[in-house]
């Protein structure tokens, strides 16, 4: 999905009494906090970096974005719908759907492009679901509404061109032309360019507890223009519903918005930087990342430089989750377990497969064309992101494959019985239709020429 730079930023230490007192180094410190956010030099401060993200040394005057609101057409407007409608997102507290709002397209764009023309615009409270996560744990996410979802998208559409430029490379999360897969290759390489000590770090409830000051300090450090300024800000505080009852957010930017990736990376970049002038390595997507080294000793030297620069902005490691480890042994990173030898699934990822089966397969539904549709879509869509060219999943997919056939036979016989193996064979499943994870492993058909 492609992604494309009046007044100085509003106050915005408008946060809870109980954050203030976590964070006092932020407050009265805007200019301080987007040099951190940006890897610059500040002096006073312990820093290992020697220049900004954007090449440019801290003694030229930095030239902001003053005119955004001017950019807002009806294009751009008609183009984030229709960015939004392509992610076919579900209604929000409204309960109006992305086609409910189409039926009567160009008023409802014409009137939202005024009100965020007018600074009148004001969102609408998230729709909060809870969704699995694995380990019987499950995780927030805050469903905008349409309307609301056109103007965060409107000002992604914005942004995003005036950031990407200023980004480090070793970032692969939710920016044009880049993906998971390329975050992994990117780790891999630099194995075989000898980084093989490594931080497996993971940010303690990034999403629910970056503070709005961090994140408002480094859209500030790019742009100027107060009414963008503040439709970010009212985004950030537009509270959640759940249940009926209104939560407002003081922390965090909630996940399902579609400006919080942009947001995430924004809070993130600096790290990036300074990593990277320190001599570190790494692979980052979001907030999962992972630092390269050549040493354990520069690996403990990773960690206090990350740990450091987290606490400055209010965040902090999971302990439980982070560990410095060797390449040979392995570790975590997007769905994968990552070795020295291999690249394969993760037990995690596995689990998370056969959930989404077992709830399609259940013995005391019929097997009909729609199940197999159901169960191919999951198939197609686990098996593309597992099947790549530096990963080695051949015998693992072989044993889905058949746990597979396992689920459909005792769905089909309401029973689960050796027997059935006969009565039910590979052959029939082709014919009812069914996909398998090996069909993902065979080589693309040469066209006639």
């Known amino acids: 999905m492609p992604e494309r730079r009046d007044e100085t930023m509003r106050a915005v230490s408008t946060h809870s009494q109980s954050r203030r007192t976590a964070l006092p180094s932020l407050r009265g410190q805007g200019a301080v906090l987007r040099n951190i956010l940006h890897g610059f030099v500040v002096p006073g401060l312990p820093s290992v970096v020697s220049g900004s993200s954007a090449g440019k040394d801290l003694r030229v005057a930095k030239i902001k974005t ?38 009567n397209l160009l008023q409802n764009l014409l009137a939202l492009m005024r009100d965020l023309k007018s600074r009148a615009f004001k969102p609408l409270p998230l729709r909060r679901v809870w969704i699995p996560k694995g380990d019987g744990k499950t995780r927030p996410l805050g ?21 990407e430029p200023i980004f480090h490379d070793d970032s692969y999360g939710f920016r044009a032309a880049r993906n998971c897969h390329q975050a992994v290759e990117r780790v891999l390489d630099l194995h075989r360019q000898g980084y093989t000590q ?45 249940e009926g009852v209104f939560r407002p957010t003081t922390l965090g930017t909630p996940q ?7 947001l995430a990376n924004i809070a993130l970049n600096g790290l990036d930087w300074q990593l990277h002038d320190a ?8 907030d999962d990342f992972v630092v390269l080294c050549q040493s354990e000793v520069q690996v403990q030297e990773a960690h206090a430089l990350v740990q450091q620069h987290l606490d400055r902005i209010g965040l902090t490691l999971s302990a439980e ?59 197609r869509g686990t098996a593309n992101y597992f099947a790549t060219s530096f990963s080695s999943c051949r015998s693992r997919f072989r044993a889905l494959d058949e746990w597979l056939r396992m689920r459909i036979r005792a769905m089909k016989f309401k029973r689960k019985w050796h027997t059935d193996n006969r009565r039910l064979r590979w052959t029939h499943f082709r014919r009812l239709g069914f996909v398998f994870w090996s069909d993902a492993l065979a080589p693309p058909a040469v066209e006639p020429t």
């Not at 399902?256 to 942009?262: Q, W």
């Not at 001599?279 to 979001?286: N, P, Q, T």
């Not at 056969?354 to 879509?377: F, G, S, Y």
């Open 66 to 103: 003053h005119s955004l609101t001017g950019r807002i057409t009806e294009t751009l407007m008609l183009t984030a719908f229709r960015n939004g409608k392509r992610n076919r997102g579900a209604a929000g507290i409204d309960k109006v759907s992305i086609r409910l709002f189409e039926s």
């Open 143 to 163: 469903i905008p509404a349409v309307r609301d979802r056109s103007a965060q998208e409107v000002l992604r559409l914005l942004l995003s061109p005036l950031f």
């Open 256 to 262: 399902g918005g579609v400006i919080s990736p942009l």
């Open 279 to 286: 001599g570190f390595r790494c692979g980052r997507y979001a």
């Open 321 to 379: 989750k982070t560990k410095m480890t060797k390449f040979r042994e392995g570790f975590a990173f997007l769905g994968f377990t990552v070795t020295a030898w291999s690249v394969t699934m993760r037990a995690k990822s596995v689990e998370k497969y056969k959930a989404k089966i077992r709830e399609l397969t259940p013995r005391h539904h019929n097997l009909d064309q729609e199940v197999v549709a159901k169960v191919n879509a999951v198939i």
């Open 198 to 242: 490594v931080l497996d770090a993971d940010i303690k409830g990034f999403f629910d507890n970056i503070p709005h000051a961090v994140i408002m300090a480094g859209v500030a450090a790019e742009v100027a223009d107060g009414n963008i300024l503040g439709l970010v800000e009212r985004f950030l505080k537009a509270g959640v519903m759940e």
